[in-house]
């Protein structure tokens, strides 16, 4: 399942960057070719910058957020 831009997210405990373990964040970044998702570049909840994490390492929450919320 592909999650879209600006959708919250939670950084699994097994995440291979596993500093933001546990954290959530939200969707800034997309990584994809030839409708393959790669992984997802993330604004983690109380940060500046985004960090790249792949496709197995996140999951949705179910919130939606709106690119003016970032822009």
Do not use: W
Not at 42 to 65: A, L, M, Q, R, W
């Amino acid at each position: 399942m592909k999650i879209d831009f600006y959708q919250e997210v939670e950084i699994k405990a097994d995440a291979k960057n596993s500093k933001y373990a546990n954290c959530k964040g939200v969707v800034l970044g997309i990584s994809e070719e030839e409708n393959t998702v790669f992984g997802y570049s993330v604004v983690i909840h109380g940060k500046e910058n985004t960090v790249y994490f792949d496709k197995d390492d996140v999951s949705p929450t179910g919130i939606t957020f709106s690119r003016e919320d970032f822009y």
